[in-house]
C-alpha cells in the first residue's frame, strides 16, 4: 500500500469540506432570491456597490457587514461578477449580473427578453426535495419493496411526487407556477430555433404539458398548428381556460389524444414509464 504524503491528505480534506458543504451554495442562491439581489443589481444598471445593496434590500442594519460576506461566495459560485477598486477599499466593490443571474432578473424587459427562472431554481430547493433525498440511504437499504416506498420521495412523502402536488395545493401551484416559467424560458428558443419541426403539423399534443406555457407558444409562433395539452385532472381543473389551447384531462400512461405529433417535456416519471410511452 502507497503511503499518501501529508499535502495529498490536506487536499483530500480539503475536498471532503467542500461536497459536505456544497448545500450552502444552495442556500446562499436561495438567499440571493429571497432578498431580491439579481433585481436590485439589475436595477442599479447591471453593477451594485455595497452601499447600494444595502439601500435596495430588505437587510437589517446589524446584520449588514454579513451580506458582503454572501456576495463574496456568491461570486466566487459564479453567480455574481466582482470588480475589486485598485485601493481595496470594500464600498468600492462592484458586483454584477453574470448570464446565470440574469435569468433571475424578474423583469423580463430588462432581463434580456428571458424568461425569470427564480421560481424554478426555488422549488428545486424546497425543504420537500430535501426531506426526500435526505432518506435515500435508508430507503436503499429498506427491503421493503411496498409500492408506498417505490421512491425516496415515496417513502419520505407516502405519496408519489404528483400524487403530492396534488394533495397540497400550495406545493401543486408552485410546483405549476416553476414549470411554466421554466416552458417560457425553453419555448422562446424552441419557436425561434425550431421552425422546420413545426412547419408540416396541423396538430400537436404536449402530454404532461403542465399550464399549457409552452403549447400556447408553439400555438402563437405556428397558428396553423392546433395545440392540445394532456394532463392529470388536479393540473387541468387549475390551468388558465383562455381557449387558446384544449386541455384533456387524462393519464398519458393510458392514453394520448391522436396528434400528428407528441411533445413530452417531462420529468419525475421514471426511465421504464417514458419507454413504455
Ligand atoms: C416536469 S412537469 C413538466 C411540465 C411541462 N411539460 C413543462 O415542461 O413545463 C411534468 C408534468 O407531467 C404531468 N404528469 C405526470 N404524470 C402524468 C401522467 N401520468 N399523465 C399526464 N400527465 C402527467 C405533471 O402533472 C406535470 O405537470
Redesign the pocket.
Known sequence: MTSTGAGELLQAEAELWCHAFGYLKSMALQCAIKLGIPNAIHRCGGAASLPELHAALPVAASKRPCLSRIMTFLSASGIFGVETPEDGEVTGVRYHLTAASRLLVEDESGSGGHACLSQLVLLIMTPIHFRASQSLADWLKDEDDAAAAETPFMAAHGASF?GF?SRDAEFGACF?EA??S??RFVAETMVRECGPVFAGLTSLV?????DG??ARAITRAFPHVRCSV???PH?VDAAPADGTVEFVA????EFIPPADAVLL?????NNARLIDI
Open positions: 404528483y402536488a405549476n414549470m411554466g421554466d416552458s404536449d402530454a404532461g404539458g403542465g406555457t409552452t394532456l394532463e392529470l393540473v387524462g393519464d398519458m400512461l417535456k417531462v420529468g419525475s416519471l
